[in-house]
């Protein structure tokens, strides 16, 4: 029984973290979709953004003065700054130019990863980008003292974490519950009805996308902070994950969370497998279990996708003169 236990422990931290970034990213993607923008550059957005604030976290390590966790907070608003920006492109692209939504966004995808690595070589004389520094929390004064909860929740985590979930909730208040939330669905919905109120389709959509992009930047700087000591160019196919936890969703936030977690779960199995009784004995090629992630990917989505409710203008862009 203690041995569980202990499993328990080692998995549950590592299954929260992978589940925070994935839910910010795939509620970004939702901030899009529910304008009707879609924005499958996720992934892309998530480099990007990671790659900009890593270096701005580095530079602030190396002049010192700055505690990490507020060095932590710096590279989260300059990641979420740098996702807004890089999203702006597709939106022009998208909104304004009313070009295919699903090229414009698989451009950016392939962009981001080539111009990160370019950019590192020249200035660091290596695509690899050693952050330094363990952000790292040990323990949360009381909070880490609490039977069972302290352990699991409070001990062994990541001050983005945390963030990450403030967050959430925020944006989630901002959708719900906000007069900007509900312009912003309405024109996912119907566009023409909105726009026949005296709402700026095209204004709100930009907001919508980058909205979406700076959550995707925030929660590549995240994803960096929790997984790896240095950034190379990619979030080992997150956005793309992210993507799927939000169709399995079914666009609904409180869907989201439970669909991050599942992904979360999986991935942390298929990456932590040799820790857990049971499947360790199993003495699978260890081929299968980095398949895991995709494998339940492709399933999920399969049976998902049958009953989309996915906003009703989602992919068409705004004509005025169409009524």
């Given at each position: 029984?203690?041995?569980?236990?202990?499993?328990?422990?080692?998995?549950?931290?590592?299954?929260?973290?992978?589940?925070?970034?994935?839910?910010?990213?795939?509620?970004?993607?939702?901030?899009?979709?529910?304008?009707?923008?879609?924005?499958?550059?996720?992934?892309?957005?998530?480099?990007?953004?990671?790659?900009i604030g890593i270096i701005v976290m580095r530079v602030l390590l190396q002049?010192?003065?700055?505690?990490?966790?507020?060095i932590a907070f710096v590279g989260l608003f300059v990641g979420a700054l740098a996702g807004g920006a890089y999203a702006f492109l597709h939106a022009f692209a998208?909104?304004?130019?009313?070009?295919?939504?699903?090229?414009?966004?698989t451009a950016l995808n392939m962009f981001a990863p080539a111009l990160s690595v370019f950019m590192a070589r020249i200035y660091f004389g290596t695509s690899n980008v050693n952050l330094g520094g363990n952000y790292l929390i040990r323990s949360v004064p009381i909070l880490s003292d609490i039977p069972i909860l302290g352990p699991l929740f409070f001990t062994n985590a990541f001050l983005s974490t945390y963030i990450g979930i403030v967050i959430f909730m925020v944006a989630i208040t901002?959708?719900?519950?906000?007069?900007?939330?509900?312009?912003?669905?309405?024109?996912?919905?119907?566009?023409?009805?909105?726009?026949?109120l005296g709402i700026n389709i095209y204004k709100i959509r930009y907001i919508g996308v980058i909205i979406s992009g700076a959550l995707a930047g925030m929660g590549g700087v995240i994803f960096v902070l929790s997984f790896a000591t240095r950034f190379s160019g990619t979030v080992i196919g997150f956005g793309f994950l992210a993507l799927?936890?939000?169709?399995?969703?079914?666009?609904?936030?409180?869907?989201?969370?439970?669909?991050?977690?599942?992904?979360?779960?999986i991935r942390v199995i298929a990456s932590a497998y040799t820790g857990i009784p049971g499947i360790r004995d199993l003495q699978l090629p260890s081929e299968i279990y980095n398949m895991l992630p995709y494998v339940a990917t492709l399933v999920v989505l399969a049976?998902?996708?049958?009953?989309?409710?996915?906003?009703?203008?989602?992919?068409?862009?705004?004509d005025q003169g169409k009524r």
């Amino acid at each position: 029984m203690s041995q569980w236990i202990n499993v328990i422990y080692f998995l549950v931290p590592l299954i929260i973290a992978s589940a925070v970034p994935l839910s910010l990213v795939a509620l970004g993607g939702l901030f899009s979709e529910s304008t009707g923008v879609i924005n499958i550059a996720l992934e892309g957005i998530m480099v990007m953004g990671g790659f900009i604030g890593i270096i701005v976290m580095r530079v602030l390590l190396q002049n010192g003065g700055l505690s990490l966790q507020t060095i932590a907070f710096v590279g989260l608003f300059v990641g979420a700054l740098a996702g807004g920006a890089y999203a702006f492109l597709h939106a022009f692209a998208a909104i304004n130019m009313r070009s295919n939504q699903i090229i414009s966004a698989t451009a950016l995808n392939m962009f981001a990863p080539a111009l990160s690595v370019f950019m590192a070589r020249i200035y660091f004389g290596t695509s690899n980008v050693n952050l330094g520094g363990n952000y790292l929390i040990r323990s949360v004064p009381i909070l880490s003292d609490i039977p069972i909860l302290g352990p699991l929740f409070f001990t062994n985590a990541f001050l983005s974490t945390y963030i990450g979930i403030v967050i959430f909730m925020v944006a989630i208040t901002v959708l719900y519950k906000t007069r900007l939330g509900l312009r912003l669905r309405s024109c996912g919905e119907n566009p023409h009805a909105a726009d026949s109120l005296g709402i700026n389709i095209y204004k709100i959509r930009y907001i919508g996308v980058i909205i979406s992009g700076a959550l995707a930047g925030m929660g590549g700087v995240i994803f960096v902070l929790s997984f790896a000591t240095r950034f190379s160019g990619t979030v080992i196919g997150f956005g793309f994950l992210a993507l799927a936890v939000m169709i399995f969703g079914q666009w609904n936030p409180k869907k989201i969370v439970l669909a991050a977690l599942f992904f979360a779960t999986i991935r942390v199995i298929a990456s932590a497998y040799t820790g857990i009784p049971g499947i360790r004995d199993l003495q699978l090629p260890s081929e299968i279990y980095n398949m895991l992630p995709y494998v339940a990917t492709l399933v999920v989505l399969a049976f998902a996708s049958k009953n989309s409710r996915a906003p009703k203008a989602i992919g068409e862009p705004f004509d005025q003169g169409k009524r």
